[in-house]
């Protein structure tokens, strides 16, 4: 079985620290295409992933009823036409016959009612017409813009209704721009501070292998919400120059961009240690650098640091060699000031003077958060 390595050399490398988040790919815009009115899908010439332009026919509904409704209501029309004709000449006779005195009041009243009755059902009978009209363009419903069709429910033949129900209509068709698509992500919370309106992460698309591209974030909730037992924010991240082979559901691995930095001197995270100083307060950085058979501690500062790597910006320099655990002198030098510690402590209990105690330090290794 291999032994681990304890040491190891400071090298010259790039360092990148990104957070990861997964998501799921979706268009920008999906419509669901219902009716406005109530009817039978009579045209129905697109089905599940055709591409369809603006403006080409989606689907038409049997207008047989409304065309034979507007016939009756032009009928209606020329009918009420006429009768204002008729009205609006005995009007005008009978308010010559008043004027002469040849009629009574009560006679010219009457003609004067009827034609204001023939004018109003004319105008209700034209606009009776009019939303006749209306209902009629409603019949066909053509694509908004360049579409795929995603989903298509329904078949020729098929009663549906119409959006303005109760029901808010049956959905005929699901279309959706392919060219323009999102990812809606999950971020966790400890990663968002670390996330930016415009800001470039990387994407990779679990179903395509190899394929990246660029995406740009859009939009960050303003609110956490959890999923998987996990408190995160929604994170909308449009993508740029959409792949053919991209398709709505896939999944979407960001990658979130924190800090870099190239050809810097680096070691393992392993090698840098933190302790609190007694004095200060503060929590220094060091490493153990290799000094002949023994090892001297050292003050570093730390820069960039990913999961790997630690850049340090100052107190080493490429070639040397940094030990990855505490070296045993300095083990056994704790253990001494530990065992010293508890024995003052215990004395102190059993009504002795208390002995002034050493302040607890604190040693171990982990990521390096900033310089210090």
């Known amino acids: ?187 966790n919370q400890a990663d968002v501070p670390r996330l930016k309106v415009n800001q470039t992460v990387e994407v990779a698309v679990e179903a395509v292998a190899g394929l990246s591209v660029t995406g740009i974030v859009e939009r960050i909730a303003p609110q956490a919400t959890i999923r998987n037992n996990i408190k995160g924010f929604a994170a909308r991240i449009v993508l740029k120059d959409v792949d053919a082979r991209v398709r709505p559901g896939m999944t979407a691995n960001i990658k979130i961009p924190v800090a870099s930095a190239d050809n810097v001197t680096a070691v393992p995270l392993a090698a840098v240690f933190t302790e609190r100083n007694p004095e200060t307060g503060q929590y220094e950085r060091f490493v153990y650098v290799k000094r002949g058979n023994t090892f001297e501690q050292r003050m570093v500062k730390v820069g960039v640091a990913d999961f790997f790597f630690a850049e340090i910006q100052e107190g080493l320099s490429a070639g040397e060699v940094v030990s990855l655990e505490m070296p045993k002198e300095e083990r056994e030098k704790k253990a001494r000031e530990m065992a010293g510690e508890t024995a003052r402590t215990a004395g102190a209990a059993k009504g002795g003077a208390p002995g002034k105690s050493a302040p607890a330090t604190k040693s171990g290794e982990g990521r390096p958060k900033g310089g210090s």
């Open 1 to 187: 079985m291999p032994t681990r390595a304890t040491t190891a050399q400071v090298i010259q490398t790039n360092i990148s620290f990104a957070v990861n988040a997964a998501g799921e790919i979706g268009p920008a815009e999906q419509v669901s295409v219902r009716p406005e009115i109530n009817g039978k899908i009579e045209l129905l010439p697109v089905d599940i992933g055709d591409p369809v332009k603006k403006g080409e026919l989606l689907f038409k509904l049997d207008d047989k009823e409304l065309q034979q409704q507007r016939a009756s209501n032009l009928t209606d029309i020329e009918r009420a036409r006429l009768s204002l004709e008729k009205a609006e000449r005995d009007f005008k006779r009978s308010e010559q016959l008043l004027a002469e005195r040849l009629i009574s009041q009560e006679l010219f009243d009457d003609t004067k009612t009827a034609y204001q009755l023939a004018k109003n059902a004319l105008d209700r009978a034209q606009k009776e017409l009019a939303i006749l009209e209306e209902r009629l363009t409603k019949t066909e419903v053509r694509a908004p813009f360049d579409c795929t069709v995603l989903t298509r429910p329904v078949s020729m033949g098929q009663a549906v209704s119409g959006s303005g129900g109760f029901n808010s209509g049956t959905e005929v068709l699901t279309i959706a721009d392919l060219n323009d698509m999102v990812i809606n992500a999950h971020v």
